[in-house]
Structures are given as structure tokens and as C-alpha cells.
């Protein structure tokens, strides 16, 4: 089978959920299936950084196709060219998100639609939501001969939101990230990192884009509340995550705390790092207004860290019993999860035990598989 791969999605380095599941996914098929050929594309003006498995080999053609953006997308939007099938023929042709890609038979398209957060504009810049009208997602979703959801929450917004028939969408769940599941740092290596960055014997973390979707205001303010009380005198907060759009009414929020020496917004960190982070964590808190999954809890819960969540979207069917689930509106049940972890150790051995039972369910081979699998009969 010959699988043309849209690998736009994948930025070196940025660590977002899309981009990691690009870069796992594409790894676990070199690895698993060298016997079918690849074709890496890739667009836009500028060179791209040079990415060691997207290079030529054996069994892969990686395709820079120098045009730029702003041209490549009205094109495809407004003109329906070039025809990538006709460019470059393949059996299949696997985009790993929502860009825009014209095809003259779009029936051996399959596209990965991570969540249908577009659909609340509110989450967005007014910039996200020019890229997302720019898309044209609407038509993509139509045409595309199948879909990939990550979770069932995702597979059925999109049959409620757009028509689209159940036999059309197939729901894989992705895996974790191996340095986070396969991975145990040491009780010396712990005790090293603590303190060459200084951190205090008990805080609560937060990892994820630092932007308005992620709710992170209520950590905050869940936070300060949980700081009036003597008994948590020494916790500290950490913000771990790139900026995104309207970060700065967040920054705002932790200016403000009266516990802002407290609090350590500690920006975008590298996998080995964030490893890190989780395995010291105390709680790990994410209540998130929406999600199709949701990476950072199951990610705590792979370093063995209990998980505050939100009760909406996709995180009830990924997390289950194995966290604690709270409205994102009700910071009195943040509050009230977060504070039952703070003050039972007998209680968060229980839940740390129950995350890493529920990441079983999470395996990037296995996903890769049935990927695969779908890719096959999307071929015939």
C-alpha cells in the first residue's frame, strides 16, 4: 500500500496534542509496517526544518512543496487545485487534521478530526478563526470518504453537528507518549530536579496551552482560596505550557493573587522536563471547558500523579472513575476535589492506582494498528 501522509500538522518542537500525535503515529508505522511505501508533503514558503524520519528512505518520499500558505489555501478553497491525488498517486491519503487538501477523488481521503472546538468561536482569536473558515472544515468533513475520531464524545458531535453517517466515522483512541508511560525517573533524579528549580514539597500543576479554553482562571482563583487556610501554608502552583491567544488576562489573574509568590508560570517545557513536573506534582488539576481528548491528564496519570478535571466534553469518557471530575464553572468543586487529594495520602494512592490502570487503555502501537487497519480498507 503506498499512504500519502499530510505532515503539516507536525511543528518541531511545540509539543501541541496534534503535532505529537502526527509525530508518534508516523513513527509507529515506520517502525511497524516498513513494508508499505510513504509519501511525507509538507508545504509552505519557508524551508522546512529538516525532520529526521520525514527525510527519504527506503520505503518514504518526503515532499516540500515550496508555495506559500496564503496562496496554497485560497487555491484550494476557492479553485479546488492543485489535485494532490494527481500530483503525487497513492492508495490513500491520511490527513492528521483539518487542512485543507484538494483531491479528485476525496473518497481515499481519511482525516483525523480531533475535536469540533470550531464550533465555539469563543474559544478562538479572531486569527484561529479566520484559519478555520480559511479550511473550509465544513466541506472537508463532508467529502472526505472517511473519518478518524479520537474519542466517542468527538464521533458523535460530528454525526449531530454535521450529518455525518456513523459507518463513516471509525473511533481510534490514541496512545501516550512512551517518554511519559515507559519511562520511571528515580527517587534521586526527583530529589535533583526539585531542587536545582527550587520547588516546594507540595503543588499543584497545570500543563497545556495557556489560553481561555483551558479555564485556567479557576486553578488560579481554586488556588487562592485553597491558600487561606494554615494547613496549606507551604503549596505552590505551577503553569506549565506555551502562550496561546489572550494569555495575558491569565498573567493578569496570577499578577493579582496575594499568593503570587506562590505560583510559578514556568512557560513551555520539553518532554523531560514535564516529566518531571508530573511525577512531583501533588494534583494535577485541568478543567478544561472543551476537549475531543485531552493529553495532559492521561499524561499525569502515566507518572503516577492524581487528576482534577473537567466534567464536560470528552474528559468524563477518557478519565471515567480514574480522576476526579468537577463542573468547570463551580470552582467550589474544584475546590472540593482538589482539597480531598491534599488531605488524604491514603485517597490519592487510590486514584494514582486507578490512572494507571485507565492508561492502559491508551497504547500507541495498538492505535497504529487500527489505523492502519482502516487505512487498508480505505484502499480497496
Known amino acids: 500500500m503506498k499512504l500519502f501522509i499530510d505532515t503539516r500538522p507536525y511543528k518541531p518542537n511545540t509539543y501541541s496534542g496534534i503535532s505529537e500525535y502526527t509525530r508518534l503515529l508516523v513513527e509507529r508505522f515506520l517502525a511497524d509496517f516498513p513494508e508499505h511505501r510513504y509519501v ?15 527525510k527519504d528512505g527506503a520505503n518514504k518520499t518526503a515532499i516540500n512543496f515550496r508555495i506559500p500558505n496564503r ?11 492543485p ?39 469563543e474559544f478562538f482569536s479572531v486569527k484561529q478563526r479566520l484559519w478555520h473558515w480559511r479550511q473550509g472544515y465544513r466541506r472537508q468533513i463532508e467529502t472526505a470518504g472517511r473519518l478518524i475520531a479520537p474519542s466517542d464524545f468527538t464521533k458523535e458531535t460530528l454525526m449531530d453537528a454535521f450529518k455525518v453517517p456513523e459507518e463513516k466515522i471509525t473511533r481510534i483512541y490514541p496512545g501516550i507518549d512512551p517518554v511519559y508511560k515507559d519511562h520511571k525517573e528515580t527517587d534521586e533524579a526527583l530529589r535533583a530536579f526539585r531542587k536545582d528549580h527550587a520547588l516546594p514539597e507540595r503543588f499543584l500543576l497545570y500543563s497545556g496551552t495557556i489560553e481561555p479554553r483551558k479555564n ?9 482560596a485553597l491558600k487561606q487556610f494554615p ?14 491567544w489572550s494569555y495575558d488576562t491569565i498573567f493578569k489573574e496570577v499578577e493579582r493573587s496575594p499568593y503570587r509568590r506562590h505560583i510559578i508560570v514556568w512557560g513551555k517545557a520539553e518532554h523531560k522536563v514535564m516529566r518531571s513536573l508530573y511525577h512531583l506534582a501533588t494534583v494535577f488539576v485541568y478543567p478544561s471547558f472543551f476537549e475531543g481528548v485531552g493529553f495532559p491528564p492521561l499524561e499525569a496519570q502515566a507518572c503516577g500523579t492524581p487528576v482534577v478535571a473537567s466534567n464536560r466534553t470528552s474528559l468524563p469518557e477518557i478519565l471515567g472513575t480514574s480522576a476526579l471530575l468537577a463542573d468547570p464553572w463551580k470552582i467550589s468543586e474544584l475546590i472540593e476535589a482538589i482539597e480531598a487529594f491534599l488531605e488524604d495520602a491514603a485517597f490519592r494512592e487510590t486514584f494514582k492506582e486507578r490512572g494507571r490502570k ?16 482502516l487505512f487498508a480498507a480505505a484502499a480497496k
Open 358 to 373: 485507565n492508561i492502559e487503555r491508551f497504547d500507541w502501537k495498538k492505535s497504529a494498528a487500527e489505523h492502519m487497519g
Open 83 to 121: 489535485k494532490i491525488d494527481a500530483l503525487f498517486p497513492s492508495d490513500v491519503f491520511w490527513s492528521p487534521n483539518i487542512n485543507i487538501l484538494s483531491l479528485k477523488n476525496p473518497e481515499r481521503r481519511v482525516m483525523t478530526v480531533h475535536d469540533v472546538s470550531f464550533l465555539h468561536p
Open 71 to 81: 496562496l496554497f489555501d485560497p487555491l484550494n478553497l476557492f479553485f479546488h487545485v
Open 40 to 54: 511525507f508533503f509538507a508545504n509552505g514558503f519557508k524551508k522546512q526544518e529538516e525532520v529526521p524520519f520525514l
Open 216 to 224: 485556567i482562571v479557576a486553578v488560579v482563583r481554586a488556588f487562592n
Open 231 to 244: 494547613r496549606n501554608e507551604d503549596l505552590g502552583l505551577i503553569l506549565a505550557g506555551s502562550r496561546g
